[in-house]
């Protein structure tokens, strides 16, 4: 299997200077469409019942990063280094917007799925690279003494700084436009985020195509690793909103927004050279690649069958 794995490495996506340029727009309309949706008063909320919040984003920025290291670590003989940071960039993205629908169709708390989007993305300029930095790194250091494999140096200031630009940037924007022009916003933001889904796809499945025989060939061992780390993710939001005591329509939204990560979004970050340099990755991240975009597919299925496991369930407090 591992050997398996290690032909993923090889896959290379190179957009080229002027692809590059097209693949930040697309990421910063994503972004600034993401923003669109997060109102001002959502944050007001936060703070009038916070419990559920606090544990929320707990989970997701502390607790599922952790445990993803400890999967990866167990699963180490069988799966290589860069199939690892996959599975711990994908714990480091926020939470996806899908979440929202998957919460309310599981007659979650569908205010407080929002308000974990919304907290989630508005600190994934900071979280994320912070957060892919620091498991990133732990997880290479006790990896590179386990095995024989060289200390992966996963640079952090460079990462901070362009995603700082990426997505920070439209997400103010976006906020700001929200904010001034709530009438326009009503009418562009449906339109603006469906775009950015089409938009998105589109360029995924021209990024991938060149490697389409090596992706059938190993989507079989990918499928059971993804399978593992979301169901972790899935467990992960139950269990700590069970240990924290928070009321069960909140534990059915903790689950679901921690077991939705937007992996479109590290899906975009990989593309970007700037992000991921050739001269330090040496081009070789593909099993990375694999693994979020897989993780895109997955969790949609996984979110919906766990709603509607939810649904079936009467909520009797």
């Known amino acids: 299997m591992r050997e398996q ?3 993923l490495n090889g896959i290379t996506i190179n957009f080229g200077e002027g692809g590059m ?9 994503v972004m600034f469409g993401v923003a669109l949706g997060i109102k001002p008063q959502t944050f007001k909320d936060v703070f009038t019942k916070p419990k559920s919040v606090i544990v929320g984003v707990l989970l997701q920025w502390v607790a599922l990063p952790a445990v993803t290291v400890a999967i990866a670590l167990a699963l180490s003989p069988v799966i290589t280094p860069m ?24 007659k979650g708390n569908i205010e407080l799925s929002v308000s974990m989007t919304a907290i989630t993305t508005a600190g994934a300029p900071f979280v994320t690279p912070f957060n892919f930095f620091f498991w990133g790194s732990l997880y290479s250091q006790v990896i590179s003494i386990k095995s024989d494999i060289p200390t ?13 630009l990426l ?17 326009a916003t009503k009418k562009i933001t449906k339109p603006a985020q469906m ?15 060149q490697n389409f025989q090596l992706i059938l060939d190993n989507i079989f061992y990918v499928f059971f690793i993804v399978l593992i780390h979301n169901a972790s993710a899935l467990g992960v939001g139950y269990l700590g909103g069970t240990l924290a005591k928070v009321p069960l ?11 939705i990560q937007n992996s479109g979004l590290g899906l975009v970050l990989l593309f970007n050279s700037a992000i991921f340099p050739a001269e330090i990755w040496h081009g070789h991240y593909g099993g990375m690649l694999f693994i979020t975009a897989w993780w895109g597919i997955w969790h949609i299925v996984s979110g919906l069958s766990v709603s509607f496991l939810f649904r079936r369930s009467p909520i009797a407090e």
Do not use: H, K, W
């Open 152 to 164: 992966l140096v996963i640079p952090f200031f460079p990462m901070l700084e362009q995603i700082l």
């Open 195 to 209: 775009l950015s889904i089409i938009l998105f796809l589109g360029m995924a499945a021209v990024s991938f195509s």
């Open 5 to 7: 794995l290690e032909a």
């Open 21 to 29: 340029m097209i693949v930040n727009i697309i990421l910063a309309f």
């Open 167 to 183: 997505l920070g940037v439209p997400i103010f924007l976006g906020l700001l436009f929200s904010r001034y022009f709530p009438n």
């Open 249 to 259: 329509r909140d534990r059915r939204s903790l689950t679901l927004e921690t077991g």
């Open 83 to 106: 199939i690892a940071l996959g599975m711990i960039l994908v714990a480091s993205c926020p939470g996806g917007n899908i979440s929202n629908f998957m919460s309310a169709l599981s």
